[in-house]
């Protein structure tokens, strides 16, 4: 019997995220063709693997049996087709470096800028990646490396080189009674409403720095999915955002403004690279990101 391994990511994705609608738009396809496919590896192996009627969505006792071998041989799969990547680029002399738009800073630029000074043969192409496929896309070889942000939940095979430590603030209405402040703490923040996003709750709650230290519980209001309009939504008094420090020289509103957080911990950036990785070029870059002094 062929299986066809498009079909089982569509199945782990679902049993994954527990709900057809969440799989659905982390996979950049719609619900009802999601659904289709899993039938379709259903109809294959002949038998019923989700439970439908659960909620969440859970497997089946044969997906039960089914799931721990697909997702080996979904690893096998990814790691099989990194190898031939590899070895691909390392025949080639262009990088290619995944950012997420919150990345894509000054010292983003200056890694840039170095390398090329050192392998001036060597061209960069910067390749922009959605939150959740920062380190995925490192892992299965979609990217040489990139520039990565809190929370990486699998480093799985990954190599985390820290680039710099970036303070962190608060983005807050320009008439917010906090806005005039030179620092704020999480206490201070206790009370307020924070923006989500609700496809990616993990990194929600990292910036949101959920728990809190005070144990007071974080209210979530308003989800957002870019920069304009997480700045929108706070410049409407809607709810305010724990952000990079980068952000206000690169994201910039008249009706926001933003305030260092004295307490919260430092986000780290980090060059993201697959372990078993040698080729010159990744080479090349670990040792411009080593070789440049961190905040």
């Not at 630029?109 to 960069?124: C, F, G, T, Y």
């Not at 990217?143 to 480093?155: F, N, Q």
């Not at 206790?190 to 709750?201: I, K, Q, R, S």
Request: proline share 8%; with cysteine.
């Amino acid at each position: 019997m062929d299986i066809n391994l498009h079909l089982v990511r569509y199945l782990v994705a679902v049993l994954d995220e527990g709900h057809f609608g969440r799989a659905a738009e982390k996979l950049y396809v719609s619900t009802p063709a999601l659904s289709q496919q899993v039938r379709k590896l259903e109809r294959t192996l002949g038998t019923e693997l989700v439970d439908r009627t659960a909620h969440p969505i859970r497997p089946t006792p044969a997906g039960q049996r089914f799931l721990p071998e697909a997702r080996r041989s979904l690893d096998a799969a990814d790691r099989a087709v990194a190898a031939v990547e590899a070895y691909r680029r390392q025949l080639a002399t262009t990088l290619r470096l995944g950012f997420v738009t919150a990345s894509a800073g000054p010292r983003a630029r200056d890694i840039i800028a170095e390398l090329r000074h050192r392998a001036p043969d060597m061209s960069v192409e910067r390749v922009e990646l959605p939150w959740p496929r920062q380190a995925s896309a490192v892992r299965d070889g979609h990217v040489d490396a990139s520039l990565v942000r809190p929370p990486i939940s699998d480093t799985t095979g990954l190599r985390l080189d820290v680039v710099d430590r970036e303070p962190r603030v608060v983005a807050l209405p320009a008439t917010h009674r906090l806005a005039t402040r030179d620092a704020v703490t999480l206490a201070d923040l206790d009370d307020e409403t924070h923006v989500t996003d609700d496809a990616d709750p993990e990194w929600v709650h990292w910036w949101a720095c959920d728990p809190r230290p005070s144990g007071a519980p974080v209210r979530y209001g308003p989800s957002v999915r870019t920069m304009d309009e997480l700045l929108e939504t706070v410049a409407a008094e809607q709810a305010v955002c724990i952000t990079g420090g980068f952000v206000p020289a690169s994201h910039g509103h008249p009706d926001v403004v933003f305030v260092p957080v004295s307490d919260a911990e430092p986000c780290p950036i980090s060059l993201c690279t697959r372990m078993a990785d040698t080729s010159p070029l990744v080479g090349a870059l670990r040792q411009v990101v080593s070789s440049l002094p961190t905040s």
